[in-house]
């Protein structure tokens, strides 16, 4: 009996299908921008807080991160700072362009955003200064504008009559580096 029940409620609502408009695609969707993202398990160094920079054993720290971009085409930007303060906004640091792979299928680049800093070294010398300082990247598919927000990749015309604006991304990541102050033993040159 029970099968019956279920057989009749199985026939009556595949009696009550309701039909589909035939309506096409007059042309392709317009192809906005994707998000792209820090692949942190990937980001060097590992461990998020460094100590010691500036002794003996850490002359020299390298930072980089891999970057995943659906839009394969794209031309990335990675800004690097050290301690950013954004109540007195000022430039990067170090501006690296990661260029779109030819006939890459992998959305993840081979290029890696990457920042070199050796203690001593005038191009770092925030980070030369003893105590905790923060080192960032701050990667996006166009420029940054002021206050480090990213700036409009284009306008797109919608068939209503309104305008679309087709925002930039961004994506950050940051470590925390403890630099020692040098003694008169330590030789970072």
Not at 46 to 63: D, H, K, Q
Not at 73 to 92: E, H, I, K
Not at 164 to 179: I, L, N, P, Q
Request: proline fraction near 6%.
């Amino acid at each position: 009996m029970k099968w019956l029940g279920l057989g009749l409620t199985v026939g009556a609502l595949g009696g009550c299908l309701i039909p589909q408009d035939e309506e096409y695609l007059s042309e392709l969707p317009v192809r906005l921008n994707h998000p792209l993202r820090i692949v942190e398990q990937h980001a060097k160094p590992s461990n998020r807080i460094i100590r010691g920079f500036g002794t003996p054993e850490l002359c020299e720290l390298e930072f980089s991160v891999p970057v995943e971009d659906l839009d394969l085409a794209d031309t990335l930007v990675a800004y690097w700072f050290v301690d950013y303060d954004p109540n007195q906004p000022r430039g990067a640091d170090s501006v690296v362009n990661i260029l779109p792979d030819k006939g890459a299928i992998d959305a993840v680049r081979d290029e890696f955003a990457v920042f070199r800093a050796r203690y001593n070294s005038a191009d770092i010398g925030r980070l030369n200064t003893p105590g905790d300082h923060v080192v960032e990247v701050v990667v996006t598919d166009t420029a940054l504008l002021a206050g480090r927000e990213p700036q409009g990749k284009s306008s797109i015309n919608l068939e209503d009559g309104t305008v679309y604006e087709d925002r930039g991304y961004t994506a950050s990541y940051a470590w925390f580096v403890k630099t020692e102050a040098g003694g008169t033993g330590v030789n970072c040159q």
